[in-house]
C-alpha cells in the first residue's frame, strides 16, 4: 500500500531499545492467540480500516490482527533484524515519535511494548495523537507468572530467577493491569481491562523449540542474558553462580525427563488488554 512501504533507515538514532531475539518472540508467541480471540473484542477489528501495531517485532501479533480485520495493518519496530522477519506493510520507527500525521489510523494498538519503556504514558500519548478513534495495549504482568513443572526445582528457581530480574529491570514488567491507570492519565476515555491468561504447555512430542529451550537451561545461557540486570538488582555474583549451578542442574534433569517422553511444564502469564478511547 502507498506511504507504508518498508521505510529501513540505518537505525532509529537515540532509541534505547531492549533486544528482544526473533526466535524467543516466534517461540512465546506461536498460538498465543489461538481460541483466545474473543479477548480481543474490545478492539473492535471488524469496522477498522487502518491499524497499527507499534513494536510488533517479528509481527506475531501483526499477523493476528490481519486474520481479524480487512483493514490496512501496518507494523512498526525500532529494531530492523526483527522487521526483517515480519510481513509488509512494515515501517522501522520510534513508538515515542510515529513517522506519521495526526489520525493517520482509527486504532494503534501494542503488545509487550509499554513494559518495555521507561515512559509508558509519553508512548501512550504519541498513540493518541495518530489514532483517531481508539488506543489499546496488550501487556503482561510478568510478576504474575506461574510454572509448574516435572522437574523439582523449575518452579522454585524460576520464581527465584524472576525476583532477582525484577530487582534489577528499569521498566515497569509487571504493568498488566495497571496499564489502564496509564491510558488515564493520558488523558484517553472509555478506559476498560480484559485479563487473558496465555497459557503454553510443554508436552511430547516435543517441538524443536521446546528442546532448544531445554539445551539453554542446562547450559545456562538463558540466565546469562539476564546477568546484567539482575546484578544492577538485588543480586550479588555469588548469589548468581549459586542460582546457575543448580538452574544448569535443573536443565539436565529436564533434557533427561524428554528423552524418555517424561517432561511436562505449564507456564501462565497474565496478560491485560487495556482499551481508551481518543
Ligand atoms: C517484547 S517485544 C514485543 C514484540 C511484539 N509486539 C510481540 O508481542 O510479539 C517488544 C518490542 O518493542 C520494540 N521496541 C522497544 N522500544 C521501542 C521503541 N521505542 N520504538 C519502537 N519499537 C520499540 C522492540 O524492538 C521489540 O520488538
Redesign the pocket.
Known amino acids: 500500500m502507498s506511504g507504508f512501504e518498508p521505510l529501513l533507515p540505518a537505525d532509529?538514532s537515540g532509541?534505547?531499545?531492549?533486544?528482544?531475539s526473533a526466535s524467543y518472540?516466534q517461540r512465546?508467541?506461536t498460538g498465543m492467540w489461538d481460541g483466545a480471540r474473543e479477548a480481543l473484542s474490545e478492539l473492535a477489528l471488524d469496522s477498522r480500516g487502518r491499524v497499527l501495531?507499534?513494536?510488533?517485532?517479528?509481527?506475531?501479533?501483526t499477523a493476528v490482527l490481519r486474520e481479524e480485520t480487512d483493514a490496512t495493518v501496518v507494523g512498526?519496530?525500532?529494531?530492523r533484524d526483527?522487521l526483517g522477519h515480519a510481513t509488509p506493510p512494515i515501517v522501522q520507527?520510534?513508538?515515542?515519535s510515529l513517522p506519521f500525521p495526526d489520525d493517520s489510523f482509527d486504532l494503534v494498538v501494542?503488545?509487550?511494548?509499554l513494559?518495555?519503556?521507561p515512559d509508558p504514558e509519553a508512548?501512550v500519548r504519541e498513540f493518541a495523537r495518530v489514532s483517531s478513534d481508539r488506543v489499546a495495549a496488550?501487556e503482561p504482568d510478568n510478576g504474575a507468572v506461574s510454572i509448574t513443572s516435572t522437574a523439582d526445582p523449575e518452579a522454585r528457581l524460576a520464581r527465584r530467577a524472576r525476583a532477582l530480574y525484577l530487582s534489577g529491570v528499569e521498566t515497569d514488567v509487571t504493568l498488566g493491569a495497571d496499564a489502564a491507570d496509564v491510558f488515564a492519565d493520558a488523558g484517553l476515555a472509555d478506559v476498560s481491562t480484559r485479563r487473558y491468561d496465555h497459557e503454553r504447555i510443554v508436552d511430547p512430542p516435543y517441538s524443536e523449540a521446546a528442546i532448544e529451550a531445554a539445551r539453554r537451561k542446562a547450559s545456562g545461557a538463558g540466565l546469562d542474558d539476564d546477568r546484567a540486570t539482575m546484578l544492577a538488582g538485588d543480586a550479588t555474583p555469588a548469589d548468581l553462580d549459586d542460582l546457575r549451578q543448580a538452574w544448569r542442574a535443573m536443565g539436565r534433569d529436564v533434557v533427561e525427563q524428554m528423552r524418555d517422553d517424561d517432561y511436562y511444564r505449564r507456564e501462565v502469564v497474565p496478560f491485560f488488554v487495556t482499551t481508551g478511547r481518543v
Not at 512498526?76 to 529494531?79: E, K, P, Q, V
Request: glycine fraction near 10%.
Open positions: 532509529v532509541v534505547p531499545v531492549r533486544e528482544f518472540l512465546t508467541r501495531d507499534v513494536g510488533c517485532g517479528t509481527g506475531e501479533l512498526l519496530d525500532a529494531n526483527l520507527g520510534d513508538a515515542l501494542c503488545q509487550a511494548l513494559i518495555n519503556l508512548a496488550i
